[in-house]
């Protein structure tokens, strides 16, 4: 399927733009989480990945492993297994140098490598190919959808999630 795409320079803007709108929204949720005792944030709420330290862990680990394919390039497997057990201390101290290597490869990402395709063979084996750019849409919105979840499941808690709408980002700015 073709997409039309705006320019280079407005399609790195924009993928600048929204890694960090992802970067903030998470930090948002991970801030009120922070408050939440470990039996809260390991619970069983029957959303997404069970919990929400192993929601985060799955996006974390996400993150970790598309900007891995980003920097290094060529023909990659995805993993099969579930990623590390991370504690929730560890991610929120970890997870700023994800934000940070996404931000610096944006920064420094040619035309060229926006635009390459990137070979990616799936724990199936199944395989597909994507230009760089659409990897970094596809970071953010896996993103943007577990992060959801984990509101759901603050408000199951009965906890007042933050607000991690696009609009409340762009009004912060």
């Known amino acids: 399927m073709a997409f039309i795409i705006p320019s280079m320079s407005q399609l790195k803007q924009l993928l600048v733009a ?52 980003l920097v290094e390039g060529g023909s990659q497997r995805l993993p099969s297994d579930s990623g590390p057990e991370h504690s929730f201390e560890f991610l929120v101290q970890s997870w700023p140098e994800l934000w940070r290597g996404y931000r610096e490869w944006l920064e420094s990402a040619s035309d060229g490598d926006l635009t390459e395709e990137l070979s990616t063979v799936l724990p ?17 919105n896996h993103t943007t959808f577990h992060r959801g979840q984990i509101v759901s499941m603050l408000r199951g808690l009965g906890v007042q999630p933050p607000n991690t709408d696009l609009t409340c980002y762009y009004a912060a700015l």
Do not use: N
């Open 18 to 69: 929204h890694t960090g709108y992802s970067a903030w929204g998470t930090r948002r949720v991970l801030d009120v989480c922070a408050s939440l005792t470990g039996e809260q944030l390991d619970r069983g709420l029957g959303a997404s990945h069970a919990s929400i330290l192993r929601t985060f862990r799955h996006i974390h680990d996400g993150e970790r492993v598309w900007l891995q394919r």
């Open 124 to 140: 199936d084996g199944g395989d597909f190919s994507v230009p760089r750019w659409q990897i970094v849409l596809h970071a953010i």
